[in-house]
Structures are given as C-alpha cells and as structure tokens.
C-alpha cells in the first residue's frame, strides 16, 4: 500500500507542478492577468483530478508573473497525509519598440 501511496504522491507533485507553470504561461502573456492564470490552473486540476483541496494563487507585477498551486495528494494508506507544492515564475511579456540605428 505504501508503494501505492507513493505513486500517488509522485503524481500529484506532478499534477501541482504542472498547473503552477500552466497559471504562469496563462498571467504573463502581454494582456494575461492574475485571473487568466487561476483560470488555466483549475482547468487543468479539474481535467487531471489528483489532489484534495487544491489552493492556487497567482500574481503579476509589470516584469513577472509567479504561481504557487498546493494541495493534498490523494489518501490511501490512513492517516498518511500528503502535501504537495509547486511555484513557477516567468517574465512578462510587453511589446518593445525597435530602436531606430
């Protein structure tokens, strides 16, 4: 059961890591908000239903734009229970002018 549990856990970790870095590719596109983001996160936690109360948060500042998606990994062996975290963070991306020679 342990070795189950672990797969579990491994999966979820997964799971978490993957909706953190979808909620960042969703934030920093050059008209993505905080919202976008937590959006694209549930999205995908809600197609690949691994944890139990999955927290996601999401913000954006004028050069970054960072996640952090956490929650419990499903439970199997009693009492056994496992957390699971994930932070991403990428640049904004702004439109910049050419310079003239």
């Known amino acids: 059961m342990f070795a189950l549990q672990f797969g579990l856990y491994l999966h979820a970790a997964q799971i978490v890591e993957a909706a953190a870095q979808e909620a960042v590719e969703a934030a920093q596109v050059e008209r993505g908000s905080p919202a976008d983001g937590r959006a694209a996160a549930h999205m995908l936690l809600h197609d690949l239903p691994a944890l139990r109360a999955a927290d996601v948060t999401v913000s954006r500042t004028a ?5 952090r998606v956490s929650g419990r990994a499903q439970q199997l062996v009693p009492g056994l229970d496992l957390r699971v975290d994930a932070d991403a963070q990428g ?3 702004r439109f910049v002018p050419e310079s003239a020679p």
């Open 63 to 67: 050069t970054v734009a960072t996640a």
């Open 91 to 93: 640049p904004v991306e």
